[in-house]
């Protein structure tokens, strides 16, 4: 399996683009979490869908966030209008069961606003 | 406010000594943890876990300490090799539910 998939890597961006990021879980995973990391709050979980379906939204941080899955092999987290605080890694995992000591990370994609 | 804390952002361990990892948490309610690791470039990876109802687990290397009076955990590594080298993750679930993670201790272990 090629593990969970994200795209793209590394992101450059102007304040008050729209960033789209996205990500492909491992098949047969049911559970999809959404994670951003920062050297100022570490790894924190944003955003996790069961079945295609969005759980717990809270750690979203604003309006300006949203996610999406709209098949069991894609997910999309969007970001508009971007600001430079939104730089950050964000990471997509992926779980069978909400089993918690088997999430895979996808390699992150690395956010840069300007 | 954080509810897993790493308060060491960084730690130096000699090739072959004992690195030892610290993490405390605020919420009682965690009663699973787990240590995540990750290298540059990559995702964290799952290293080693622990039920509250453990005081002690143990996976070659690797020994993750539960102490729960103090809501307090270590990871030890011995002996540390350099391909240890990397940021450790501290994490903690409420019922085998979702992860709150701490900011990462990156291990620097020298030849």
């Known amino acids: 399996d090629a593990g969970v998939i994200q795209s793209p890597r590394h992101e450059v961006t102007e304040m008050g683009q729209e960033v789209t990021l996205r990500c492909k879980p491992i098949?047969?995973?049911?559970?999809l979490f959404w994670y951003r990391q920062t050297m100022m709050r570490g790894l924190e979980l944003l955003i996790y869908?069961?079945?295609?379906?969005?759980?717990?939204d809270s750690g979203m941080p604003e309006d300006r966030f949203s996610a999406k899955m709209p098949n069991a092999s894609f997910s999309t987290l969007k970001i508009q209008p971007s600001e430079p605080r939104d730089s950050a890694v964000y990471f997509c995992a992926s779980t069978v069961g909400s089993n918690v000591d088997t999430q895979y990370f996808g390699p992150g994609t690395r956010l840069t606003v300007l | 406010d954080q509810q897993v804390k790493q308060n060491s952002p960084s730690l130096s361990v000699q090739e072959g000594r004992i690195s030892i990892l610290n993490c405390d948490y605020t919420n009682s309610m965690f009663d699973y943890f787990l240590w995540y690791k990750k290298y540059p470039a990559e995702g964290p990876t799952f290293l080693i876990s622990i039920s509250s109802i453990k005081d002690k687990n143990e996976d070659g290397r690797f020994t993750v300490f539960l102490n729960k009076s103090a809501k307090h955990l270590s990871l030890h590594i011995v002996p540390s090799q350099p391909g240890d080298s990397a940021v450790y993750f501290c994490?903690?679930?409420?019922?085998?539910?979702?992860?709150?993670f701490g900011k990462g201790t990156m291990l620097l272990v020298s030849p």
């Open positions: 098949s047969g995973h049911d559970y």
């Open positions: 994490a903690a679930s409420e019922g085998y539910s979702t992860l709150t």
């Open positions: 869908f069961n079945n295609n379906v969005p759980i717990d």
